[in-house]
């Protein structure tokens, strides 16, 4: 009688792996996959780089290339066409609410800017601009833009007034910018008020004479 040999039919035995074992091809599983993931990222921010590095490279090449310049900004003056009046096309006129005001009051100008030139231009209305100058004889006693006031650009055409009141507190103003309120009262007397174009300084009003009393 023949023997049985395991390749003739007999079971194929399976090899079982201990505790040990088994945890020890675990650990080498985990550090081949750690492995694997960082040469993975290595390799991502090495492409990343260099692709960085070539775009920067580009750009530089391309803005110190000749011929070619960055377009400049235009100025909105030109960008609007509109031009700034000239001197000989806006007149001035100021009227007091009244021809006196008593010490330590208030007298209201109405300051007005006619344009009577054709066509549109642009001027400043603003108090910075538009000055009420008060005088007493040679002394300079009060004006309106001893304080920094915001452009107020005005587009004018034939025969626009723009008017605007300016109040005077009957106080003497100094050469910095100092609150209304602390500013000293002027004594009883006579003057002369005045309006003024600041970046026109030959377009004046006709003088206006009143007293504090």
């Known amino acids: 009688m023949a023997t049985k040999t395991p390749a003739q039919g007999g079971k194929k035995r399976t090899r079982t792996l201990s505790k040990r074992q088994r945890r020890i091809y675990r650990r080498r599983r985990i550090v081949v996959g750690v492995a694997l993931l ?22 530089r090449a ?25 001197a000989g096309e806006v007149t001035l006129q100021l009227v007091p609410s009244a021809a006196s005001v008593g010490v330590g009051g208030s007298l209201d100008f109405s300051a007005s800017i006619t344009y009577t030139g054709s066509g549109s231009c642009l001027v400043n209305g603003s108090n910075g601009n538009r000055v009420l100058t008060i005088t007493s004889g040679g002394d300079e006693v009060w004006r309106s833009d001893s304080c920094p006031v915001d452009d107020r650009m005005l ?32 004594d009883a007397g006579t003057y002369v008020a005045q309006l003024s174009l600041a970046d026109e300084p030959d377009v004046v009003s006709d003088p206006v004479t009143f007293t504090v009393q």
């Open 38 to 59: 960082t040469a993975l990222a290595l390799t991502v921010f090495c492409v990343y780089s260099l692709v960085r590095g070539a775009v920067a490279v580009g750009v």
């Open 62 to 86: 391309v803005q110190g290339a000749p011929g070619v310049e960055r377009e400049a900004m235009p100025d909105p003056a030109q960008v609007t066409g509109v031009r700034e009046c000239l």
């Open 155 to 186: 587009l004018m055409a034939k025969g626009d007034v723009d008017t605007q009141t300016i109040t005077w507190n009957a106080n003497r103003s100094g050469s910095e910018c100092v609150e209304d309120a602390s500013l000293p009262k002027v």
